[in-house]
């Protein structure tokens, strides 16, 4: 039987799990391999299981080399932001024309909210305000003046002040004359914002002064913090190649949504369908830009009155009814309402709510924010 031609949301995926290995270190992967994994041409259904198995693997490897609270929420971040990729980047029309706003696009209204999701999940794994979506420390943060400061220099700066640092002299200090002076430079040019060459450099320092910041958190902690950083910096420094000259206000643009979507309450429903990484970033869309969803969210009860009851009443009728006034004062669930009935009215099917639903409303939901995504690169800028 003939191969299985790879569909375009799986070659997006691929290609995005791609990119994300590109901005990690030494991955143990060779140069061949690499190669093989690039090359997507005449690529079918049955090989990509093994390239996506290749390039997760190598980057599980090195997240893992260190294995601490920060491992699953690392891995999960990655995926998650590779599968939205996938499922979005295909569906969008036009984007050949303007391919720098259409990454803008996806950047801000996808990868963000994902970002943000997969971050408050994971937030009591962090330290502080490590992974607290209005302060995370591998995002870059843009400041008032339009300064921006990057994962590294960011997760140097807290390193530094767990370790009783104040200045990069004072870790020079602390080394052997001989390595006094490069180690001041090297980390010096870190606050600035300049890419170290090589992690193992950060880890080195981590290493060499483990007992001082054991206080907080171990060693192996902190070296995976500033890997971490190292490929989020990478990251955004290819990201910046890519839209800084189509929108010299690219970081303020994303600095301001990445506040916006840390800020903003989160939609939930009794079931989590609208907190599912694949919707979640359609359902910040719909509270934008959909009347519908706006009106639903405008007019939902604040408060509900269930009583009193006399004696006749039953204590499940009771229950019941507290179930029920609990139901309709989630916003969460009466937005699922409203999409479930939206849904069956342009099926005209009226047996859905028995069919497989919970699936069905997850790739509505997905659509109609794919479908938003479009319009915005329709919209003259």
């Not at 994902?114 to 400041?143: D, N």
């Not at 506040?259 to 919707?279: F, M, S, W, Y």
């Not at 309402?337 to 009215?345: G, K, P, S, Y």
Request: proline share 4%.
């Amino acid at each position: 039987m003939a191969n299985q031609v790879l569909d375009s949301s799986q070659l997006a995926e691929l290609q995005a799990l791609e990119f994300a290995a590109s901005c990690f270190p030494d991955l143990g992967v060779s140069r061949t391999e690499r190669q093989r994994v690039r090359d997507l041409r005449g690529i079918t259904a049955e090989s990509v299981a093994e390239k996506w198995h290749l390039l997760e693997n190598s980057m599980r490897g090195v997240l893992l080399k260190d294995v601490c609270r920060l491992s699953s929420f690392s891995r999960e971040l990655l995926l998650e932001l590779c599968r939205n990729w996938g499922r979005v980047w295909p569906q969008l029309k036009g984007k050949d024309e303007n391919m720098t706003r259409a990454i803008s696009v996806v950047v801000e209204h996808v990868l963000i909210p994902t970002i943000i999701l997969v971050v408050r999940k994971h937030r009591f794994r962090g330290i502080g305000t490590e992974l607290q979506p209005e302060s995370f420390w591998y995002w870059p943060q843009t400041h008032e003046d339009g300064h921006v400061s990057l994962p590294v220099q960011r997760v140097l700066d807290y390193w530094l002040r767990t370790a009783g640092f104040r200045t990069a002299r004072g870790v020079s200090r602390e080394m052997p004359d001989s390595q006094s002076e490069p180690w001041r430079r090297k980390v010096n040019a870190w606050r600035k914002g300049r890419m170290p060459r090589y992690v193992s450099d950060l880890h080195e320092l981590v290493s060499r002064f483990a007992e001082r910041v054991t206080w907080l958190d171990e060693a192996p902690a902190w070296r995976t913090r500033f890997t971490l950083a190292w490929v989020c910096q990478k990251a955004w420094n290819k990201l910046a190649a890519a839209l800084e000259s189509g929108n010299p206000t690219f970081a303020q643009t994303l600095g301001g949504a990445f506040r916006a979507n840390g800020t903003t309450p989160i939609l939930h429903d009794e079931n989590d369908l609208l907190v599912q990484p694949k919707v979640f970033f359609a359902v910040r869309l719909l509270e934008k830009h959909s009347p519908g969803v706006q009106k639903v969210l405008k007019t939902a009860p604040q408060q509900a009155q269930i009583g009193p009851f006399g004696l006749e009443v039953s204590g499940e009728e009771i229950e019941r009814l507290e179930m029920e006034a609990a139901y309709k004062l989630n916003c969460g669930n009466l937005v699922v309402d409203f999409l479930r009935q939206r849904l069956a009215n342009e099926l005209r099917h009226s047996q859905y709510r028995h069919q497989n639903s919970a699936d069905q409303m997850a790739d509505y939901i997905l659509n109609l924010g794919i479908r938003e995504l479009n319009r915005m690169l329709r919209k003259p800028k």
